[in-house]
């Protein structure tokens, strides 16, 4: 086996995963990261793996929901992202947050101190060489605009963009407590949680209707060289979920079910804004849902309309940002190399997926794809079974079956999500014992038990199978 290093290009979630990986296998790694040489729209910092959106990791439930399945799977495969988020959670309900600046600087010093790893900051402004031989690239949805352009120049496709918002971040002592209350949805305690994790700031209908007015009349940011560029659904600026209708925000990030206001019982708000624990000093909290590109002016103005947010003090207000990834079933092949150039690969968000976990996720398989081709081995990928299996294939080529009018392949970043998973086979939903037919959600809920038990057991089958063709070699 060579000692010759593997270059990893960018120093986000995926491209540190990806170099963790590799160096955990026992191969060098050298990690090119650009900032601060060169910044971006959104990063405020040199550190690796900045989290620069929410501070949620999502779901942490393995039994039935898809994002809690990726990340068991990742615990499973030894990912230095995941060890690092449940080393620096703050409560968060079900889900798993992070205090990001902890998260970030402990990632940083992880991949600093390992020996088999160097940082090098500065920017690749090109694809690698091919005397660097296998190389990963995982720069992200904010790819410089010059390697961006090389990549368009190899492949003969062009890259596709969407708009990304970053939400406000209030500190928590300026919110006006004796009007918002903690409470979890449902009451629902999650990792590091107490059932009373957010901070609700309820809104009833005449406020809503004046609040929702303000947003589809609020000066927004413009951005004359990205028009006709697609919004990606599940990060919509909250001012254009507000355009959709006036019932939209109520029966998305505002929804009020699952919650009764502290502070007067009886009375059941029509609107309810959640924000959700930023650090771990609790004196900050994100708007959860509250991505937007509104003027800083405008968003200040706004969103004080919220009650308990009337005196908010802003860490930061909202932003908007291009997300550019490739026509990856076109480019790539199953195993994340450029059919062009097959010494590259991609990994990460610029790949067409979404989220943080997913990200760092296929920069987990293209480090560990990269490690086994150095060692000489032929291994497999996740099956469509897993969580990793089945973003994957959608990724490399899942979204292929889908044509829009006139031909036009069309593919979009996607979450992870049960509806990418192969199908259980018959007999695997059992009726709850006593029982006839399922009652309500019980089929649902079994169904989503069933895919996440075989998500795990498969995975866990095919770290197995790589770890005894290692040992074979």
Known sequence: ????????????????????????????????????????????????AELVCSNSFRSDDATANAVGVIHAEMRLAGSLIMATADKHQVPAGGALAVDREGFSAAVTQALGEHPRVTIERGEIDGLPPEDWGTTIVATGPLTAPSLAESIRKATGEDALAFFDAIAPIVHFDSIDMDKAWFQSRYDKVGPGGTGKDYVNCPLDRETYERFVAALVEGDRAEFKSWEGTPYFDGCLPIEVMAERGPETLRHGPMKPMGLTNAHDPEVKPYAVVQLRQDNALGTLYNMVGFQTKLKYGAQAEIFRMIPGLQNAEFARLGGLHRNTYLNSPVLLDGFLRLKARPHVRFAGQITGCEGYVESAAVGLMAGRFTAAERRGEAIPAPPQTTAMGALLAHITGGHLAHQEEGGKRSFQPMNVNFGLFAPLEPGAIQKPEGQKRFRGKEKAIAKKNALSRRALADFAAWLAGAETRQAAE
């Not at 540190?16 to 990690?31: D, K, M, R, T, Y």
């Not at 040489?37 to 550190?47: L, M």
Request: net charge negative; aromatic share 2%.
């Open 1 to 48: 086996m060579s000692n010759e290093p593997i270059h990893v290009v960018g120093g986000g979630l995926a491209g540190s995963e990806a170099a963790w990986q590799i160096a955990e296998a026992g191969i060098p790694v050298i990690l090119h990261e650009m900032r601060p040489v060169r910044g971006t729209e959104a990063h405020k910092t040199d550190g690796l």
